[in-house]
């Protein structure tokens, strides 16, 4: 039984780095473990989980950053672009003691996003919430400023900066800002 299990977690994790872009390749090199802290700002949950470690990311703990980014109005969970997960990690280590990621907004489903974007004009149409390729957040007692630098100097993706709201968002896309 343990060696079956062995197998198909190697068997995901050669799957899941076969299909991965080049900056996610690039963190698998990297031997150490790699860990985020959440809290979900709507629903109240939290986690503290160990996404990567011996070179391979931790299906369990995906599963787990899935179900914390999920659209909270309808509970509808999807897969959060690993790549999106090491971009927050390498942001979140700018800052001392990997600090409690407060999640405004991560995956969200066609109706949640298309109820948003009728009701504001700042919510995107196709906004890449629905892909689990983007997220809203803020940590607290940081400025958000020194925040919006961090994820703009990683150029990782895209930024936005929403000091009225107070939340940074991140997404995996091109590199972009506003």
């Known amino acids: 039984m343990n060696n079956r299990r062995s197998f198909l977690k190697s068997s995901v994790a050669v799957a899941s780095a076969l299909a991965l872009p080049a900056m996610a390749r690039a963190a698998i090199a990297a031997p150490h473990e790699r860990s985020l802290r959440f809290y979900n700002t709507h629903t109240g949950e939290t986690l503290r ?29 999807a897969s959060i672009d690993p790549e999106l997960i090491l971009l927050l990690e390498r942001v979140s280590a700018q800052f001392s003691n990997h600090e409690v990621i407060h999640v405004i907004s991560g995956y969200r489903s066609p109706e949640s996003n298309q109820m948003l974007a009728e009701a504001s004009g700042g919510v995107a149409k196709h906004s890449m919430h629905i892909e689990g390729k983007a997220i809203d957040v803020r940590i607290p007692g940081r400025e958000l400023e020194r925040l919006h630098k961090a994820a703009l100097a990683l150029k990782g993706g895209g930024v936005g900066y929403y000091p009225t709201s107070q939340f940074v968002h991140m997404d995996t896309g091109r590199v972009r800002h506003w």
């Open 49 to 77: 989980t160990m996404f990567w470690a011996e070179g391979q990311f931790i299906p369990e703990a995906l599963q787990d950053i899935n179900h914390l980014l999920r659209d909270h109005r309808n509970d509808k969970v």
